[in-house]
């Protein structure tokens, strides 16, 4: 399995943008983490368009842990994976999403294809009004 690991390198929104830029050549990766690089909701609206079914994405597993894009981000992405059948695990956690992104995280997990097996939240705050929405 090809991967891409960035982590603690603090890399931003516009390293996320040279990422995706990189990833839109075709390259055949399958894993991409991207933990605790300080990435906001702008850098998930990079992904999200990276991970979208007409760039015939190949990411397999996606991990974004410790970035604090909240809500807006996970918002964003889910404009890119709410269509996307290639995901099988998408982990997010301590990234400071609500109850607000509850909606956006319901959205992916209810598209008919979706393959997605694993979505670990561990450390956000849903709330019980969270959890509900996204069950």
């Not at 995706?20 to 933990?35: D, H």
């Not at 918002?75 to 990234?95: E, F, I, P």
Request: hydrophobic share 40%; glycine share 6%; charged share 20%.
């Amino acid at each position: 399995m090809v991967s891409l690991r960035f982590w603690n390198s603090y890399c931003r929104d516009e390293g996320v943008r040279a990422i995706c830029n990189f990833l839109s050549t075709g390259k055949p990766v399958q894993l991409m983490e991207l933990l605790n690089n300080k990435i906001t909701p702008l850098g998930c609206e990079f992904i999200s368009k990276t991970l979208h079914p007409k760039m015939s994405p190949q990411i397999v597993i996606l991990k974004l842990d410790h970035n604090d894009f909240g809500s807006e981000g996970m918002t964003r992405l889910a404009d890119g994976l709410a269509m996307n059948s290639v995901l099988k695990m998408l982990s997010v956690t301590y990234c400071k999403i609500d109850a607000e992104g509850a909606q956006a995280l319901f959205e992916i997990l209810i598209y008919t294809k979706s393959v997605l097996e694993e979505l670990n939240l561990t450390g956000n705050v849903l709330r019980e009004n969270g959890v509900i929405k996204v069950l």
